[in-house]
């Protein structure tokens, strides 16, 4: 165990990393005070900021047994997504191109930006509540599997975001919030975690084993 700030996890691109990724995470976490295309704005700049910051970092190995605790919970997911899905509103979806079932599909597939955004923000936070612990060898395993992750996984979220963002930015179509179209989104909030809660419900019935 290296015990010295040599570490790599207090590196010159570590700590810049740990800077950008509480940013994102910060960002997502207060998005309801930002206004659609100050949000979009914001995001445009952040989400290309965290990959160049994230591509410098070296591979590290696990240096633990045991698995990093994960701090973000389905709930924590779940609120973060319906957040950027109430701010982008209609523009929430695109059309995905970089994924194996395109080349198997007969029809577009979509993808949502809120959905993605949520994605990088997991991986983010649970990285973050754990570097902040100050333990070396455990900063070393989150470094290690968020780094794992973004090469698998998050990286490409990243790109495919940043693609979508922009096409909203720059579209000549006005993106700022229509008249009523906040009481829409807050209605679809609504019924969409109505429709997860009939979900679990169902699940919760469905492991239920009948006595015999």
Known sequence: ?????????Y???VIEFVTVAKEYCNFLETANDLKRKEFVTIATRIIPLLYLKAVVIPKVENELEERIEQTVDEMTYTQIQDTVASKLGRFNDYLEVFTADM???DTPVIAFIAEDMADIYQDLKNFISAYRLGVTEVMNDALADVIRNFELYWGQRTVNTLRALHAVLYSDEDIEEEEGEEEYQAN???ENWYNRMQQDWQDENDEITPLL
């Not at 165990?1 to 570490?7: A, G, I, K, L």
């Open 103 to 105: 080349q198997r599909s």
């Open 1 to 9: 165990m290296e015990e010295s700030f040599e570490h790599v996890v």
């Open 188 to 190: 679809q909030e609504k």
């Open 11 to 13: 590196s010159k691109n």
